[in-house]
């Protein structure tokens, strides 16, 4: 089995930078993901480390370490259009890709 | 860009009806799945399908059935609804080697009485 635990809410002011923790118990390992879903919207990729260390992608950036079974989304200057919902997720082990899911982190931004 | 097309968007059913959700990608993908959220508890996986001909369960299959009529398209089926499947239900595919990318559509709104 598998189970990934992230906050439930974090808030932030606009401009300042949040981090988004999650950690995972996985029976095997095939990287960490994280979906970014809007109110009403549907979940849409942000970010893969199937490696240690930190993935850039702009304002985002995800970190993983897989001795800590640990990983983070790092998102700077923070804007209010980033207000959503992040969920981190694992790939099974069995032979097809089945995604597991976090509960997922509430994100609040404030002018 | 269609990507996943899922319908239909809103349905308010009784208890004990049954209906069919419709999915359908148009980027010859090999992997289906469909999911539902629910306040405060992510996305748990109710049917997924590796490929065309094959599908198996997830975590919440119960009261659920699935067809993989072809590559293209995914269906689930409520045969009698309870109140307990009311929730948003997400149909996603994603290619082979894909790492972790699967894509979405747009979900559908699920209220039974």
């Known amino acids: 089995g598998q189970s990934l635990e992230q906050p439930s809410e974090v808030t932030a002011v606009e401009g300042a930078i949040v981090q988004i923790n999650c950690t995972y118990q996985?029976?095997?390992?095939?990287?960490l993901s994280w979906y970014q879903q809007h109110d009403g919207g549907a979940p849409t990729f942000l970010s893969y480390?199937?490696?240690?260390g930190l993935e850039e992608t702009g304002r985002f950036s995800s970190f993983l370490s897989r001795s800590d079974s640990y990983g983070y989304l790092l998102l700077q200057e923070l804007q209010m259009k980033d207000s959503a919902s992040y969920f981190c997720?694992?790939?099974?082990?069995?032979?097809?890709?089945?995604?597991?899911f976090g509960r997922g982190t509430s994100l609040i931004v404030h002018p | 860009n269609a990507g996943v097309t899922q319908t239909p968007k809103f349905q308010v059913l009784k208890t004990g009806q049954s209906m069919t959700l419709q999915c359908a990608q148009d980027?010859?993908?090999?992997?289906m799945y469909w999911y539902r959220q629910d306040p405060g508890m992510g996305l748990r996986l109710i049917y997924y399908?590796?490929?065309?001909?094959?599908?198996d369960k997830g975590e919440v299959p119960n009261g659920y059935n699935v067809s993989r009529l072809n590559k293209r398209e995914f269906s689930l089926r409520l045969e009698s609804a309870a109140p307990s499947q009311t929730s948003v239900y997400f149909c996603?595919?994603?290619?082979?080697?894909?790492?972790?990318?699967?894509?979405f559509g747009e979900g559908s709104w699920l209220t039974v009485v």
């Open positions: 996603a595919s994603s290619p082979p080697d894909s790492g972790n990318t699967i894509y």
């Open positions: 980027m010859n993908h090999n992997s």
């Open positions: 480390n199937a490696l240690d």
């Open positions: 399908s590796a490929s065309e001909g094959t599908t």
């Open positions: 996985t029976s095997g390992f095939y990287g």
């Open positions: 997720a694992v790939r099974d082990q069995g032979g097809s890709y089945i995604p597991t």
